[in-house]
């Protein structure tokens, strides 16, 4: 098993939301690879009663730290009409933890409910306008974008979380509600884009 290589940067936090994928926007189109070396095709995330887009890494502090609230929120949901897709869109190069065979280890680990899918040209994550990890987008039956934003009040320390703001956007969607809040910053690692060629 190859060595796990920690190297954490700062946090960042997305004040506002995206007026690139702004509150309202359709579920961008995406066909990537999960761990498994098949593709998950972003149609199959279509028709349900909430579908669920969160980036993530293997390395960052902030995810490790709401990991735990997002696997439960998860395996609450889905039985109930949520579909979820995990993305990671780091380089690689700059930071191998991240590394799509790291990937595998870390779904296996984390027994992680739904696809891990890596974005290895950073294109989704630019369709997406995604900033940081974690940071979720989570659309309606109507593949309508209704809430973005964090995960809860405190992802870098578990015990300090008291707010599952994404859980509840969740359960809102889930009764035909629209969330509120929508939008609650999202706070976390920047997402490592590779140098300009």
Partial sequence: MPSRILKYSPGMQRETPSTQLPLGSTLPHF???????????SAALLGAKAALVVFTCNHCPY????????????RRALPLGLKAVLISSNDANQYPEDGFEMMKIKSKE????????????????????????????????????????????????KTKASKNFLGTAIDQLLRAENPNPSYVHPLGCSIKWKPAK
Wanted: aromatic letters at 10%; a negative charge; one cysteine or more.
């Fill in 31 to 41: 066909n990537l690879p999960d761990v498994t070396e098949k593709n998950f095709d």
């Fill in 63 to 74: 995810v490790k730290g709401s990991e735990e609230m997002l696997i439960s929120t998860l």
């Fill in 110 to 157: 984390s027994a992680l409910p739904v696809p891990y899918l890596y974005d290895e040209s950073q294109v989704v994550a630019k369709l997406f306008d995604a900033a940081c990890t974690p940071e979720c987008y989570l659309f309606d039956s109507a593949g309508k974008l209704a809430y973005h934003g964090t995960i809860n009040d405190a992802p870098k320390d």
